[in-house]
Protein backbone atom coordinates (compact mmCIF):
# COMPACT_ATOMS: atom_id res chain seq x y z
CA UNK A 1 0.00 0.00 0.00
CA UNK A 2 1.25 3.54 -0.87
CA UNK A 3 2.39 5.63 1.69
CA UNK A 4 0.56 9.43 1.95
CA UNK A 5 2.71 11.78 4.00
CA UNK A 6 1.12 14.93 4.59
CA UNK A 7 3.94 17.72 5.65
CA UNK A 8 2.33 21.07 7.45
CA UNK A 9 4.48 24.35 6.66
CA UNK A 10 3.89 27.83 7.81
CA UNK A 11 5.42 30.83 5.29
CA UNK A 12 7.99 32.92 6.95
CA UNK A 13 8.20 36.50 6.42
CA UNK A 14 11.20 35.82 4.16
CA UNK A 15 9.08 34.00 2.18
CA UNK A 16 6.39 36.44 2.01
CA UNK A 17 8.99 39.14 1.58
CA UNK A 18 9.87 38.21 -1.82
CA UNK A 19 7.57 39.39 -4.81
CA UNK A 20 5.57 36.74 -6.38
CA UNK A 21 7.55 36.36 -9.42
CA UNK A 22 10.23 35.97 -6.99
CA UNK A 23 8.53 33.15 -5.64
CA UNK A 24 7.22 31.60 -9.03
CA UNK A 25 11.12 31.97 -10.24
CA UNK A 26 12.12 29.96 -6.82
CA UNK A 27 9.58 27.26 -7.35
CA UNK A 28 10.36 26.76 -11.09
CA UNK A 29 14.25 27.06 -10.71
CA UNK A 30 14.72 25.37 -7.67
CA UNK A 31 11.41 22.80 -6.67
CA UNK A 32 9.97 21.27 -9.86
CA UNK A 33 13.81 19.97 -10.88
CA UNK A 34 13.18 18.40 -7.15
CA UNK A 35 9.83 17.62 -7.93
CA UNK A 36 10.45 15.74 -11.58
CA UNK A 37 13.60 14.11 -10.22
CA UNK A 38 11.57 12.10 -7.50
CA UNK A 39 8.29 11.71 -9.86
CA UNK A 40 8.70 7.93 -11.17
CA UNK A 41 7.69 6.85 -7.31
CA UNK A 42 6.83 10.13 -5.66
CA UNK A 43 3.36 12.12 -6.61
CA UNK A 44 3.49 15.63 -4.37
CA UNK A 45 0.44 17.99 -3.74
CA UNK A 46 0.71 21.35 -2.77
CA UNK A 47 -1.83 22.89 -0.81
CA UNK A 48 -2.48 26.75 0.40
CA UNK A 49 -3.95 26.90 3.52
CA UNK A 50 -3.28 30.35 4.87
CA UNK A 51 -7.37 31.31 4.35
CA UNK A 52 -8.29 28.84 7.06
CA UNK A 53 -5.96 27.89 9.41
CA UNK A 54 -3.51 30.77 11.42
CA UNK A 55 -0.18 28.67 11.98
CA UNK A 56 -0.33 26.25 8.84
CA UNK A 57 -0.48 28.50 5.95
CA UNK A 58 0.64 25.74 3.29
CA UNK A 59 0.83 22.25 3.33
CA UNK A 60 2.05 19.26 1.03
CA UNK A 61 0.59 16.00 0.29
CA UNK A 62 3.44 13.04 -0.90
CA UNK A 63 2.26 9.48 -2.02
CA UNK A 64 4.80 6.92 -2.76
CA UNK A 65 5.45 3.58 -2.17
CA UNK A 66 9.16 3.79 -2.10
CA UNK A 67 9.97 5.63 1.60
CA UNK A 68 13.77 6.14 -0.12
CA UNK A 69 12.82 8.53 -2.62
CA UNK A 70 10.38 10.08 -0.31
CA UNK A 71 13.47 10.19 1.80
CA UNK A 72 15.55 11.94 -1.46
CA UNK A 73 12.67 14.69 -1.63
CA UNK A 74 13.25 15.56 1.82
CA UNK A 75 16.86 15.76 1.94
CA UNK A 76 16.84 17.74 -1.86
CA UNK A 77 14.23 20.19 0.07
CA UNK A 78 16.73 20.73 2.87
CA UNK A 79 19.58 21.91 0.58
CA UNK A 80 17.28 24.59 -0.81
CA UNK A 81 16.13 28.05 1.37
CA UNK A 82 12.96 25.84 1.70
CA UNK A 83 14.87 25.02 4.63
CA UNK A 84 18.24 27.02 4.82
CA UNK A 85 16.58 30.30 4.70
CA UNK A 86 14.08 29.37 5.85
CA UNK A 87 11.66 29.99 3.29
CA UNK A 88 8.64 27.69 5.54
CA UNK A 89 8.90 26.51 9.09
CA UNK A 90 7.86 22.86 8.61
CA UNK A 91 5.53 22.42 11.49
CA UNK A 92 4.87 18.27 11.34
CA UNK A 93 4.72 15.54 9.24
CA UNK A 94 2.32 13.04 9.22
CA UNK A 95 3.04 9.51 7.96
CA UNK A 96 0.21 7.21 7.11
CA UNK A 97 -1.41 4.45 5.04
CA UNK A 98 -4.81 4.28 3.66
CA UNK A 99 -7.12 1.86 5.62
CA UNK A 100 -4.25 -0.32 6.77
CA UNK A 101 -6.36 -1.46 9.96
CA UNK A 102 -7.68 -3.80 7.07
CA UNK A 103 -4.85 -5.60 6.39
CA UNK A 104 -4.17 -6.08 10.12
CA UNK A 105 -8.14 -7.06 10.70
CA UNK A 106 -6.98 -10.03 7.93
CA UNK A 107 -4.16 -10.85 9.46
CA UNK A 108 -5.71 -11.00 13.01
CA UNK A 109 -8.25 -13.66 11.86
CA UNK A 110 -5.89 -15.82 10.15
CA UNK A 111 -3.38 -16.11 13.32
CA UNK A 112 -6.77 -16.72 15.70
CA UNK A 113 -8.46 -19.29 13.61
Avoid: C
Avoid at 67 to 74: A, G, P, S, T
Wanted: hydrophobic letters at 40%.
Amino acid sequence: KPYTVVVLMNATPKWLSLTRDERSKFVEKELTPIFIRVSKTVKIRLFDSEYFHSSISDFMIVSTTNLRDYQLLIELLRDTKIYGAPYFEIKDIIVGQENLFEDFNEQFKKENQ
